[in-house]
């Protein structure tokens, strides 16, 4: 059973749904979603103590919009205040979710006991994909939320026939469609110039020696699992899962495999050179 706060944070406010106790675990959200994203996760509750945001501009926490993918990990830093969160915690993100726990763990390596990073990259955008965002907040901005939902959900999820005649087909892209219809465009807007903007992150992620489990889905048609093979030469303590017959959703089309990798993680993170590094 989640519980809803609304943290100051930064001169905002955010909506933070909390559930469970012991170990934190933060789940960041993708774009342009908010932290229902995470409702097949809630098992995890049992095992960790889930902190779930909407990000700065997203589901309640529409006060503000992002400025950049910096902020918002800024802001999780400041959340974790909020919450008197003073252990590290793991952090965990999906896509845009993804870019801000790398900045948390570059910016804030004191508070990140060990890394999830899902359906996302380390790479910065190119030049097209800059100009692809730029377009689609215009069209945004002249057509609403739906044309980004119709543009994105079958993007969004696996799209061979075989996944797509799973059984929670269906609800699951109703769910995102509903998401992604309640977030405001000006959020929206702001959201893609900030993506478009994010620094490449491969040379920061070097560094980082947190243990660090990266999952993508065999069908992610936007960050495919090439980009997560990339980031498991680059980052020190990385071990990579990828999920058959999901595509960039991967908690929403194969919960029960990603919550078990989770779980899995947490007990056994791994260390430098694949060796077991101590429980997160
Ligand atoms: C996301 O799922 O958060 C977005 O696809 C991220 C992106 O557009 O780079």
Request: charged letters at 20%.
């Amino acid at each position: 059973m989640m519980t809803v706060h609304h943290a100051p944070v930064a001169g905002t406010s955010l909506a933070v749904h909390t559930a469970g106790a012991g170990r934190p675990l933060v789940l960041l959200h993708g774009f342009p979603l908010d932290h229902r994203m995470w409702e097949g996760q809630s098992p995890l509750a049992d095992h960790a103590r889930l902190i779930a945001p909407d990000l700065r501009g997203f589901g309640a926490s529409t006060a503000t919009v992002a400025t950049s993918v910096e902020q918002l990990a800024d802001d999780v830093a400041a959340l974790l205040d909020a919450l008197h969160v003073t252990t590290p915690a793991v952090i965990c993100g999906l896509s845009m979710g993804g870019y801000v726990a790398q900045h948390v763990a570059v910016r804030h390596p004191d508070r990140v006991a060990a890394l999830v990073l899902v359906d996302t990259k380390l790479e910065a955008d190119t030049a097209e994909a800059r100009a692809g965002r730029d377009d689609l907040a215009a069209k945004v901005g002249r057509l609403g939320q739906g044309i980004l939902a119709d543009a994105m959900i079958p993007r969004l999820l696996a799209g061979s026939t075989e996944s797509r005649e799973q059984p929670h087909r269906a609800a699951t892209e109703a769910a995102l469609r509903g998401m992604i219809l309640e977030q405001p465009v000006a959020s929206i807007q702001a959201a893609l110039g900030a993506l478009g903007a994010r620094p490449d992150m491969t040379e920061a992620m070097r560094d980082v020696l947190v243990p660090t489990l990266l999952v993508v889905g065999a069908e992610d048609a936007i960050t495919p699992p090439e980009c997560l093979e990339r980031a498991e030469a680059i980052v020190p303590c990385a071990r990579l899962l990828i999920v058959p017959h999901a595509g960039h959703m991967t908690p929403l089309e194969a919960p029960a495999v990603f919550n078990a990798a989770l779980l899995e993680f947490l007990q056994h993170p791994p260390g430098i050179l694949g060796g077991a590094a101590s429980p997160a």
